[in-house]
C-alpha cells in the first residue's frame, strides 16, 4: 500500500482559501435565509418589533460579511489560477492563452470559442494578476481529455458571481441607509429583495460547488485519479442511485409536510422534549395514537 | 501488539458499543412492532420511546466511528467490503434513514393514520436494518469478500447460509438486549407489570436465541469451515464465557435482578464479537488479506490514533453523562400516576 501523507493532503494549497469560503458562504446563507422568512412577514403587514429584529439581526450579520466574502473570492480564484488553471479557463470560458484578457460575462463555449459573452477588456488579466496585461492561460494549454465541461462551470460560476454582486448590493444599501439615517429601509421593494436573497444566496452556494466539482472533472483526484476509473465495478450501482433519489424526495416531501404542520401548531413538542410535556397534553395525544 | 493491531481493536471497542447500544435501540423497534394494536400496545411503545429517545442518534454515531475508522486505517478491506457488500449496506442505510426520520416526525404528527404509518416504518425498520448488517458480518466471516473492488459476488456474498444465521442472530441479540433494558427501565419508573412482560420477553428471546445458536454451528460447519475451526478452537474459551454470562443473565432475569441481569446480557454479547474476531484473527478479509496488509501506512495510522485518543478525551465523558443521565428518573416529573395511565 502506498504510503500516504494525510498531513499534506489535508492542507494543500486550496484548504484555507477553500475553508473561509465555505464559512463564509455557510454564515450567508443562514442570516440572509432567516432574514427573508421575517421579510415575506412584513411584506404582509406584519410590522411590529419582533418582525424587524427578525429581520435586523440576520441581515446585520450576512450583509457585514458579504463585502468579506469578495476579497475571499479574489484570494480562491488566484488559488485556482496557480494550482488548477484548466478550472480557471472552464470559468472563465477562455480558450486562447492571452495577454490583457477580457473578462467575459455570460455566453456560450461551442467550437473553442466563447460566442455572445459580455466582455469587459483587460478584467480578467486585472482580476486574476492585479496587472491589466497579465497573460492567463487558456484551455489550448491543456490536452483536449483533460479539460473540465465548459459550459456548465462558466455559467455556475457567472450565477455564482452574478448572485454574489446582487446580494453585495443589497448589504450596501443595507448599510449604507443605516450609516446615514440610523435606520433600516423597509420600502416594498427593499423587503422584496431581502425576501428573495435567501434563495439567492442558496443557490450561489450551489453553484459554487458546481464550479469547484465539475470544474476538477474530468479528475476526481486532481492530476492523480480519473473519475472513470474511480467509480466502482459493481454491477446494478444505478438501481442504488435511484432508489436514493426516491427516498430523498420523499424525504422532503414530508419535511415540507411536518414543517407546515409545526408552523401551523408551533407548540407540538419536538423529539427531545417529549419528557417535558404538560401532562394534559400528553393525555390528549395518547387517545389518538 | 503492531500500530495497526492498536487501531483494528479500538475499531472493535466501537463496534462492540454499536452493538450493545445501538443494538438495544432496533430492539426497542423491534418490540414496538410487536407491542399490539394501537391502544393495547400504547404503554410499551410509551415506555420504549421514553427509553430511546434521548439516545437514538448518539447509538448510530457508533456505526459512523467504525466506518471512519476502516476506511481511514484499513482502506483496502474497506473498499472491498463496500464494494462487494453494498447491497446490503445500502439497505441497511436505506432502513437507519426511514427509521430515524419516521422516529422524528412521528412526534409532529398527530393523526391517528400518519403516527401509524410513520411507527410502522421506524418499527419495519428496526427489524430489517440489524438483519442488514449481520447478513455482512455473515459474509465477511464466511470469506466471501475477496480483496479487491468489488471483486466478490454482489449477491451470494450476502445471500448465503452463514449471512443468514448472522442476520437472524443479529435481530435476536437486538430484540434481547432491548428486553433486558426495558425491563430495568419499567422497574426504575414503577411499572413492575410492565417490566414482568419484557422479563418474559427477554426470557423467551434468550431461548430462541440459544437454539439458533446451536443450529448456527452446524451452519458454520458445513458452510464456513474456517470460521467454525476458529470459534471452536482458538476462540472455544471466549464462546464459552459468552454462554456461561448468557446462562448467568438469565438466572438473574428470573430472579427479577434486573441491573447484574444487563451487564450480563451485555457480556454474552460482547463475547461473541470478541470470538469472531479472535476466530479469524490474524485476517481481516479471510482467506487473503491479514490485518498487517490490510493497513494504510504508518503517517495515516498515527494521525488517526492521535485523533482517536484527543477525540475519546472529548467524546467519552459527554456520552457517560448522556446515558448516565436518563437512567435516571427525572426530578420535576414524577413518575406517571395510576390515573393518568388509566386513560392511557
Known sequence: MVDAQPWAAMFGPSTWPQVVHMLLAAYMVTGFTIASVYAV??????????HRLGLLIPLAFAAALTPVQVGVGDWIANTVADNQPAKLAAMEGEYETTAGAPLSVGGLHYDDELHYALEIPNGLSLLIHHDPDGVVLGLEEIPVDERPPVNVVHLAFDTMVGLGTALLLLSLVFGWTWWRRRRMPESRWFLRAVAVSGVAAVVAMEAGWIVTEVGRQPWVVYG??????????????????????VIYVLLTALTVFVLRRLARSPDTAAPQEVDARPPERDVGEAAVR | ????????????????????????????????????????????????????????????????????????????????????????????????????????????????????????????????????????????????????????????????????????????????????????????????????????????????????????????????????????????????????????????????????????????????????????????????????????????????????????????????????????????????????RAVR
Open chain 1, 224 to 245: 492523480i485519479l480519473r473519475t472513470e476509473d474511480a467509480v466502482s465495478p459493481a454491477p446494478g450501482l444505478y438501481l442504488g442511485f435511484y432508489a436514493v433519489v
Open chain 1, 41 to 50: 412577514g412584513m411584506l404582509r403587514g406584519r410590522r411590529e418589533r419582533r
Open chain 2, 1 to 340: 501488539m503492531t500500530l495497526a493491531e492498536v487501531v483494528l481493536s479500538m475499531m472493535f471497542v466501537g463496534l462492540i458499543a454499536y452493538g450493545l447500544f445501538g443494538g438495544a435501540d432496533f430492539g426497542g423497534g423491534i418490540w414496538d412492532l410487536l407491542a399490539g394494536g394501537t391502544r393495547r400496545g400504547a404503554r410499551q411503545r410509551e415506555l420504549i420511546e421514553h427509553s430511546i429517545a434521548p439516545v437514538w442518534e448518539a447509538n448510530h454515531v457508533w456505526l459512523i466511528f467504525v466506518l471512519v475508522v476502516l476506511w481511514t486505517a484499513f482502506p483496502g478491506a474497506f473498499a472491498a467490503v463496500a464494494s462487494t457488500l453494498y447491497i446490503p449496506l445500502t439497505l441497511a442505510a436505506f432502513g437507519m434513514i426511514a427509521r430515524g426520520s419516521a422516529f422524528a416526525f412521528r412526534k409532529s404528527v398527530t393523526t391517528l393514520g400518519m403516527r401509524r404509518f410513520l411507527g410502522a416504518s421506524f418499527a419495519l425498520s428496526s427489524l430489517v436494518t440489524p438483519f442488514f448488517l449481520g447478513a455482512v458480518v455473515g459474509g465477511v466471516a464466511s470469506g466471501r469478500v475477496p480483496a479487491g473492488i468489488a471483486a466478490g459476488n454482489v449477491v451470494t456474498s450476502w445471500i448465503n447460509p452463514t449471512s443468514v444465521l448472522g442476520g437472524v442472530l443479529a435481530v435476536l441479540a437486538c430484540a434481547y438486549l432491548a428486553a433486558v433494558f426495558l425491563c430495568g427501565d419499567a422497574h426504575r419508573d414503577g411499572a413492575d407489570d410492565l417490566a414482568d412482560q419484557f422479563r418474559l420477553r427477554a426470557l423467551r428471546t434468550a431461548g430462541v436465541t440459544g437454539l439458533v445458536g446451536i443450529v448456527g454451528l452446524f451452519v458454520l460447519r458445513a458452510d464456513a469451515p474456517r470460521l467454525f475451526a476458529g470459534l471452536t478452537g482458538r476462540a472455544a474459551p471466549v464462546v464459552a464465557l459468552s454462554v456461561v454470562a448468557g446462562v448467568a443473565a438469565l438466572v438473574l432475569l428470573a430472579g427479577r435482578r434486573y441491573v447484574p441481569a444487563r451487564a450480563a446480557s451485555a457480556l454474552a454479547v460482547t463475547a461473541i464479537l470478541v470470538g469472531w474476531a479472535v476466530g479469524q484473527y490474524p485476517y481481516l478479509l479471510v482467506p487473503e488479506l491479514t490485518i498487517e496488509e490490510a493497513a494504510a501506512g504508518r503517517a495515516s495510522l498515527v494521525a488517526m490514533l492521535v485523533a482517536l485518543v484527543v477525540g475519546a478525551v472529548i467524546l467519552v465523558p459527554a456520552l457517560v453523562y448522556l446515558y448516565a443521565l436518563f437512567q435516571r428518573p427525572t426530578a420535576e416529573q414524577p413518575a406517571p400516576t395510576a390515573a393518568t
